[in-house]
């Protein structure tokens, strides 16, 4: 509410220039971790917060004479980031006591993480060598002996004159 009174009260004036500004509210997962995502506490603050986003539209948009933007982000990035990626973990090498039988099911293979890496580099050499490959062949189909070399120029018991 503050930043809505600052707004209005004349600090942000239209200067053609492109300003951003990022507010973040952090409050509202751990009020929601806390009491539950349907509580009434946490409806309430939803509620609230979005009245103070629409008072903060406005303000922007009084105050930057309607040229403004105002996009409201809600991410639960909190909870679904991890702190540390499960790839660069160091792997346990772990020694069967028992010789294990081999799985015939598909999702028992296991592929090591440079899997996909492995499969680019190939696929677009794959692709880039069979176009190259495309045009080679087309430009021999396209070469006239008598005409595109010079080989068959240097060859010739007598030299031909080109018009």
Not at 2 to 20: H, K, L, R, V, W
Not at 42 to 58: P, R, W, Y
Not at 68 to 78: E, G, K, R, S, Y
Request: aromatic share 10%; net charge positive.
């Amino acid at each position: 509410m503050e930043a809505t009174c600052q707004i209005n009260s004349g600090a942000i004036s239209p200067d053609n220039i492109i300003d951003f500004y990022n507010f973040r509210f952090r409050s509202l997962h751990a009020l929601s971790d806390l009491h539950g995502p349907n509580s009434l506490q946490t409806k309430e603050a939803k509620k609230l917060l979005g009245g103070a986003l629409i008072e903060l539209s406005k303000a922007f948009t009084k105050a930057y004479d309607g040229a403004v933007l105002v996009t409201a982000v809600c991410t639960d990035v909190a909870h679904t980031r991890r702190a540390v990626r499960s790839a660069r973990l160091p792997r346990q090498v772990t020694t069967p006591t028992t010789p294990a039988a081999p799985s015939a099911s598909p999702s028992s293979t296991s592929y090591s993480a440079d899997y996909a890496a492995i499969f680019n580099i190939l696929l677009w050499f794959g692709v880039v060598f069979v176009f190259t490959l495309v045009a080679i062949v087309y430009a021999i189909m396209d070469m006239d002996p008598g005409r595109d070399s010079i080989i068959y120029r240097m060859t010739s018991t007598r030299m031909k004159k080109d018009n």
